[in-house]
């Protein structure tokens, strides 16, 4: 999934409303590659003012053709990260007042 906003801190709001997404914006194609291959980032955000149409394509192509490097430890911090996330979540629902 990708999204593109004019400006890229209108990215991060919506991005931690949800558990299972790990959103990265990523204004520079080793940015995106970096956080799809360590972060295994399920979202791409880019912000329409900050790069061109060309850089956009590129940060595009390598989002969609990079792996995630899985190794056990990026998996067992993306399990850490997701468990503490769903934590956050649950208490929240729970001391809603």
């Known amino acids: 999934m ?3 906003y004019s400006k890229s801190i209108d990215f991060i709001r919506p991005r931690t409303k949800y558990p ?3 959103a990265a914006t990523c204004l520079t194609k080793e940015r995106a ?3 799809r291959k360590h972060n295994n980032a399920n979202v791409l955000g880019i912000g329409a003012d900050e790069v061109t149409p060309e850089q956009a394509l590129e940060i595009v192509d390598t989002w969609l053709t990079t792996p995630f490097f899985s ?3 990026e998996r067992a911090y993306l399990n850490r990260y997701l468990q503490t996330v ?3 979540i649950e208490a929240g629902k729970r001391y809603k007042t």
């Open 2 to 4: 990708g999204l593109m």
């Open 20 to 22: 299972l997404i790990i």
């Open 33 to 35: 590659m970096s956080y």
């Open 71 to 73: 190794s056990g430890d």
């Open 86 to 88: 769903r934590f956050a």
